[in-house]
Antibody, heavy 119, light 110 residues
Framework: QVQLVESGGGLGKPGGSLRLSCAAS????????MSWIRQAPGKGLEWVSY????????YSADSLKGRFTISRDNAKNSLYLQMNSLRAEDTAVYYC????????????WGQGALVTVSS | QSVLTQPPSASGTPGQRVTISCSGS????????VNWYQHLPGTAPKLLIY???QRPSGVPDRFSGSKSGTSASLAISGLQSEDEADYYC???????????FGGGTKLTVL
């Protein structure tokens, strides 16, 4: 069955960097777009970024461009999110999700990784 | 401020039918399909409805979706206590070139 397991969350300092990873299994990873979605405490879901199966196409939320970078390693069945210039408002649970049939269809989600940005 | 607008809360008693609305614009709901997610705190969100009105395997037929113009709705009939959760609508936005979510609706089963 499909499994998505995030790792790399934790405490980051304002202005610092963190890298999230998502290990995928149970499907042909390179065939699917993957995405990161986050939820800040007490807030709703916010889409962060998308990457195509080959990695050649990337879409990102305008508000995060230049600070967050999505990437993937199909040989390792892994998805990544490099987060730079961290801000307090980046504190959130970050979910890795597999795209289904349609641009905003996320048919499988990981359990999430908590990122806390604080000095 | 979310691009898609949902009521912050909704409620109903067991057995009732409730609907949750999602309002957007021509660049998102008006030109793309709408999907709905159910999210219980501390768990992974779950795809509930895709392509406006399709249910993934395993989702009870008590859940249904519809879309008209720039608005969409999620209906839950035969409300059960386990339906108490947050519900989100989502769509692709052609102007933003990205996915937009509604702000979420907290459903309470009284």
């Amino acid at each position: 069955q499909v499994q998505l397991v995030e790792s790399g969350g934790g405490l980051g300092k304002p202005g610092g960097s963190l890298r999230l990873s998502c290990a995928a299994s149970g499907f042909t990873f390179s065939d699917y777009y993957m995405s990161w979605i986050r939820q800040a405490p007490g807030k709703g879901l916010e889409w962060v970024s998308y990457i195509s199966g080959s990695g050649s196409t990337i879409y990102s939320a305008d508000s995060l461009k230049g600070r967050f970078t999505i990437s993937r390693d199909n040989a390792k069945n892994s998805l990544y999110l490099q987060m730079n210039s961290l801000r307090a408002e980046d504190t959130a649970v970050y979910y890795c999700a597999k795209r289904g049939f349609g641009e905003s269809v996320f048919d499988y989600w990981g359990q999430g990784a908590l990122v806390t940005v604080s000095s | 401020q979310s691009v898609l607008t949902q009521p912050p809360s909704a409620s109903g008693t067991p057995g009732q039918r409730v609907t949750i609305s999602c309002s957007g614009s021509s660049s998102n709901i008006g030109s793309n399909t709408v999907n709905w997610y159910q999210h219980l705190p501390g768990t992974a969100p779950k795809l509930l409805i895709y392509s406006n009105n399709q249910r993934p395997s395993g989702v009870p037929d008590r859940f249904s979706g519809s879309k008209s113009g720039t608005s969409a709705s999620l209906a839950i009939s035969g409300l059960q206590s386990e339906d108490e959760a947050d519900y989100y609508c989502a769509a692709w936005d052609d102007s933003l070139n990205g996915v937009v979510f509604g702000g979420g609706t907290k459903l309470t089963v009284l």
